[in-house]
């Protein structure tokens, strides 16, 4: 029951993707498109590959006060997990071991951002569990805004060159960060980045 609502909500989300693409294309008349031409624009549609979103560059900031970028990352060749949580989230801390464990692969870097909590009560909380991937405040909420974070946790998947792969509200457990990561695994193959 619970892969088959996953199942309508990816469905969903690609008719809402479909249906945006389509409405951004400007029809001729109906009158005047021949049966060539519609042969040679079905074929370019469906050979050409959309443009990959580019997530702008932002700040986060350290549980010392410090900040950094999202493009600091740059170079590394490896996937972010952005992971937007909070300690009093029963799911978030449930989870944690799973990003720990992911975080220490050399493909992959996580970045916890705590939303709405202090920086000693965040900075007790992985000290005490022995988490070692890198956390973030956003105190004010401000960047879980800017991503839509309706719910803790929400990871966002973004590539080595910043390209928006995919979201997931909700608790990630093994088989679906797997089938998650196959799926980002298909595409950098088809375009020649594995």
Sequence with gaps: MKYL???GVIALIAFSLTACQSS???LPESGSLTTESTTTVNTVESTTEPE???????????????????YEYEGQNQLILLNFWATWCKFC???????DALDQRDDVTVLAVSVGEDADLVKE??????????VFLDQDAKLAGTFGVTGFPTTVFIGPDFEYYYV?????EENML?????????????????
Excluded: C, W
């Design 52 to 70: 990959p979103f580019i997530i702008e560059d932002f700040t986060l900031t350290r549980l010392d006060g410090t900040t950094t970028t999202l």
């Design 168 to 172: 997931f509200p909700g608790m990630l």
């Design 93 to 99: 801390v449930e989870e944690m071991p799973l990003l």
């Design 125 to 134: 909380y992985i000290d005490t569990n022995g988490y070692s991937f890198n």
């Design 178 to 194: 797997q089938s998650i990561l196959d799926a980002i695994d298909e595409i950098l193959v088809k375009r020649g980045h594995k």
């Design 5 to 7: 609502k996953i199942i």
């Design 24 to 26: 951004e294309t400007e």
